[in-house]
Structure formats: structure tokens, C-alpha cells
């Protein structure tokens, strides 16, 4: 199985898609399991995926579901199986969900995700459309659409019906756009096709100006939230720092902070948190990331220092608007009731988190209906 962890299912984000791309560039096959539907309590939302080798599917594990039906996915091509996990989920359960129903596609990994993947790594937005059921289509079926409303056909697999696309296409679209994943059916004159749209979103970027290694729990907890993590040091800091001292993140660069701005690929998916302690590294990196559209900066240090920085800024003849300030989190992280480094360090990984999924960060406990609300398609 990919990844050796208690769980291996894996949200539809950097990991999934990384553990996707390395079975494709591997020598051996491997089958994809992905949830294409789920009701009831289950802890996993459509998209969630399940890597399995060929290995493991062909030793046909007893005590996993799922192992037979990649042994057949590998011999007779993609199928879909509906699980019910409410008398006693097993294996399968105990990574989906404590009860439910659920679906999932089972499919051989081929060339027909490389478009998907390809545009990702470009910073784009793609669905990735696949038939599930219905007599109008075989399962596996399968297109790419685009949140302008494109679909193009997708290499090594039959390709869906013009009529069944025309019927998905605008929800298709907005799924796209949106980076979410749900089940669609679609009814035509010639018969009924069940599909799966599951979209797929850039990973977001978290942007890190720091002088000094307590960047290093921000930038492992962000990378492990699936953050692609840059961090830029200041240059002119009075200690530099190299990839070496911050493993975790995937690019290191030196920078001046005014020109910060530079470093954002992806304005509208990048989150930026201001570590420097220097205040005037602070100061100009705040003003040029002013100048994009990245919607959330975080700046460290109590209220009173956010107060002076607004006061220079504002000497620099630059007032801080409503929208400015209403992106810019200071002091910056959740309330979490400690100063720890690693501690800090999930704190601010947890509020720029909370803001990529458009959410508050509150408790859960205080909260009213499901903690994550489907796609109303």
C-alpha cells in the first residue's frame, strides 16, 4: 500500500496527488481507490483516495477489502462498489468512517489523470469526470473539464457521451472552479450515466518571511497540512537560512522584504505570515504584499507593535484600508494558550488553514450542522 501509515487514505490534496504522480512515473502498476459518495458518519469526504500497488492487490489481503477488488480493477478495468459500513466497517471503515455508505471507484492509475496533474502543477483548476454508473456509458469512462466550462477527452479511456456531457458540463465547471468533489446523474434520450466530478485545486501556498529556525514547526506543520511552503529570509538578517535548516519546506529563497511580492506565484492561493521579528523587514514586506491580491497575511507580535507598523505605513503614505486590514491577522494564529514554538507554530498553521477553507476556526463543538457541508449540486 502507498503510504505506510496508520491510514492511508488520503485527502484529495498535495498528498493524494503526489502519491498519484509517483505511481504513474513507477515501474510497476497501481490501482486508485477514490470515495465517489458518502452517507452516514463517514469521516471521509467524497475524493478522499487510497493508492495500491500491484504487490499488495495481487497478495489479495483477507483482512482488506479493498485488496480484491484492486486485484480485479488490475485484470478487467475500472469498477465502482458500494460499501455499507453500518453493521461493522472492518478495515475499509475504520480509514472512511465509524458508519455509512459508501461508494467508491476503483480504477487502474493510466495516462487519463496526467492532464489533470499537468494543469495543477501549472496552477490551474480541473475535474476530473468519470463515469460511475448508469447504462448510457461504461464505468471509467472519463473526461477533464475546466471551470470555464471546456471538457476535452482524456488518453487510455473510453470517452463520455456528448449528450451525458452536456448535461454535467456547467455543474462540472463550477466543481472545477471550486476545488470540490460530488456525484452528478445525468438523465439523456439515450439512457442515464452516474458520474463522478472530482475537482482539484492548486495546493495552497503558505509564503514564510523569517530571520531565524522558529520558522521550522511553521513550516513542517504547514507542509503536512498540505501547504506548499516557501521560506524567504530577509537578506541582510544577521543569520541566513538555507534549505538545509528548514527541511520541510520546498523552497528557501533570500529575499529583500520589499520586494517580497515577488515570491507570490498564485496571489489569490497564497497565505503569508511575517516571522521576522525585525521590524523593518516586517514593515516593507507588509507593504508589498499589500500590493497583491493574497488574501490573508499574518503578521507576529502583540497589537500594540501591529499599531506602530500601521503608523509607519501610514507615514510611508500608505493608510491601511478596511480590505487591508481585514486580511491581515495580527497577532497572528489561533488562540491556542501558549508560547511554545511548536505550539505557535500550529497556531498559525491552523488560522492561515482556517482561511484557505473560508472558515473561522472556531471550536467544532459550538458549531451547528455538518462539519463539512457538501457540494449542493
Given amino acids: 500500500m502507498s503510504d505506510a501509515d496508520t491510514d492511508p487514505w488520503l485527502a484529495g490534496g498535495l ?8 505511481a504513474l512515473d513507477a515501474d510497476s502498476p497501481a490501482v486508485l481507490a477514490t470515495v465517489a459518495g458518502a452517507e452516514g458518519a463517514a469521516y471521509r469526504r467524497p475524493g478522499a483516495k487510497r493508492v495500491v500497488e500491484s504487490d499488495a492487490a495481487r497478495a489479495g489481503d483477507t483482512e482488506d477489502p479493498l485488496a480484491d477488488l484492486a486485484a480485479a480493477a488490475l485484470d478487467d478495468g475500472p469498477l465502482a462498489r458500494t460499501f455499507d459500513l453500518t453493521a461493522d466497517g472492518g478495515t475499509l471503515g475504520r480509514g472512511l468512517g465509524y458508519s455509512g455508505v459508501v461508494d467508491l471507484l476503483v480504477e487502474p492509475i493510466d495516462a487519463s ?15 476530473v469526470v468519470t463515469v460511475t454508473g448508469g447504462d448510457r456509458a461504461p464505468v471509467g469512462a472519463r473526461a477533464i473539464a475546466t471551470p470555464d466550462g471546456g471538457v476535452e477527452a482524456a488518453d487510455a479511456r473510453p470517452p463520455i457521451p456528448d449528450d451525458v456531457l452536456a448535461d454535467v458540463r456547467p ?10 468533489s460530488a456525484r452528478i446523474t445525468a438523465e439523456t434520450d439515450r439512457g442515464t450515466a452516474t458520474v463522478f466530478v472530482d475537482g482539484y485545486a492548486p ?12 520558522v521550522r ?31 520541510a519546506a520546498h523552497r528557501v529563497l533570500a529575499i529583500r522584504p520589499a520586494d517580497l511580492a515577488d515570491a507570490v506565484g498564485r496571489p489569490a492561493d497564497t497565505y503569508a505570515v511575517l516571522l521576522s521579528h525585525d521590524f523593518e523587514a516586517d514593515r516593507l514586506a507588509l507593504a508589498s504584499l ?24 501610514a507615514e510611508d503614505g500608505r493608510d491601511l484600508s478596511d480590505a487591508d486590514r481585514d486580511r491581515i491577522a495580527s497577532p497572528v494564529g489561533l488562540d491556542l494558550g501558549s508560547d511554545d514554538p511548536a505550539q505557535v ?16 476556526g472556531g471550536r467544532l463543538t459550538r458549531g451547528e450542522g455538518p462539519i463539512h457541508p457538501r457540494p449542493d449540486v
Fill in 15 to 22: 498528498a493524494a496527488r503526489n502519491a498519484l504522480r509517483a
Fill in 113 to 127: 489523470v496526467e492532464p489533470a496533474l499537468d494543469r495543477i502543477a501549472a496552477g490551474e483548476r480541473v475535474a
Fill in 171 to 180: 455543474t462540472a465547471g463550477d466543481l472545477a472552479a471550486a476545488g470540490e
Fill in 203 to 214: 495546493a495552497p501556498e503558505l509564503l514564510a518571511l523569517a530571520g531565524d529556525l522558529d
Fill in 217 to 247: 514547526p511553521v513550516a513542517r506543520f504547514a507542509r503536512e497540512a498540505g501547504f506548499r511552503v516557501t521560506v524567504a529570509t530577509p537578506t541582510g538578517a544577521g543569520t541566513g537560512i538555507d534549505a538545509g535548516d528548514v527541511p
Fill in 290 to 313: 499589500l500590493d497583491t491580491d493574497v488574501p490573508y497575511v499574518g503578521v507576529m507580535g502583540p497589537r500594540e507593535r501591529f499599531g506602530a507598523l500601521a503608523e509607519a505605513l
Fill in 345 to 360: 507554530g500550529l497556531s498559525v498553521v491552523a488560522e492561515a488553514l482556517a482561511v484557505a477553507n473560508g472558515r473561522e
